[in-house]
Nanobody, 116 residues
Framework: QVQVVESGGGLVQTGGSLRVSCAAS????????MGWYRQAPGKERELVAV???????YYPNSVKDRFAISRDNAKNIVYLQMNSLKPEDTAVYYC??????????WGQGTQVTVSS
């Protein structure tokens, strides 16, 4: 089992920045990808950023050049730096941890609200 805990959400004005963090603990011997998803009210959960164990990253066009994902493999922590935030970035942000064998673990989510 892997426990996943997010932190760092909050309220920010349009154009501002925010960093959210996610720490994985427990059976973390074989973590592969770590990523961030978000879900806004009435919408489906969508991928925001993902980073592999080797450091390769992927972003959808909606956040590319504004968001940056990074990870500390020694501490099993993944960060999401969000810049130039827009009201449409408002959502609950969830951390996802993928481990060997194809299992996924999710955090409880952290609210990010961008005011206009």
């Amino acid at each position: 089992q892997v426990q996943v805990v997010e932190s760092g959400g909050g309220l920010v004005q349009t154009g501002g920045s925010l960093r959210v963090s996610c720490a994985a603990s427990g059976d973390t011997i074989c973590i592969s990808a770590m990523g961030w998803y978000r879900q806004a009210p009435g919408k489906e959960r969508e991928l925001v950023a993902v980073i592999s164990s080797s450091g390769s990253t992927y972003y959808p066009n909606s956040v590319k050049d504004r968001f940056a994902i990074s990870r500390d493999n020694a501490k099993n922590i993944v960060y999401l730096q969000m810049n130039s935030l827009k009201p449409e970035d408002t959502a609950v942000y969830y951390c996802n941890v993928s481990v060997c064998g194809g299992y996924d673990y999710w955090g409880q989510g952290t609210q990010v609200t961008v005011s206009s």
